[in-house]
């Protein structure tokens, strides 16, 4: 059953075109907060163009908060930070904040 399960989601994951964003009922795209690595950084969907890969920077985001239609509101912005338990690596996130 776990095998099942791990191997549909993944192909979910990984499938072409797909997206977690959703219409908030106004006629705009927000996304669910979820994170994905891109171009080697680790990016806050909301931090991408709707529909595409683009990474956003610098902006304007917003995203699902919770299952009963509130959304959090922000601004994309890219920071390094230590990773590894202070071991010296570091990655790159964009993020909604």
């Known amino acids: 059953m776990h095998l099942t399960t791990i191997i549909i989601s993944a192909t979910l994951a990984f499938a072409t075109g797909t997206n977690g964003w959703a219409p908030d009922g106004k006629g705009n795209q927000v996304a669910n907060k979820t994170d994905y690595v891109l171009d080697g950084k680790v990016v806050d969907e909301a931090c991408t163009d709707f529909d595409t890969n683009e990474i956003v920077t610098s902006g304007p985001c917003k995203y699902w908060a919770d299952g009963n239609g509130g959304i959090t509101e922000g601004t994309c912005s890219e920071a390094r930070h230590e ?8 990655a790159t996130f964009i993020r909604c904040n």
């Open 83 to 90: 990773i590894d338990g202070g071991g010296g690596s570091e």
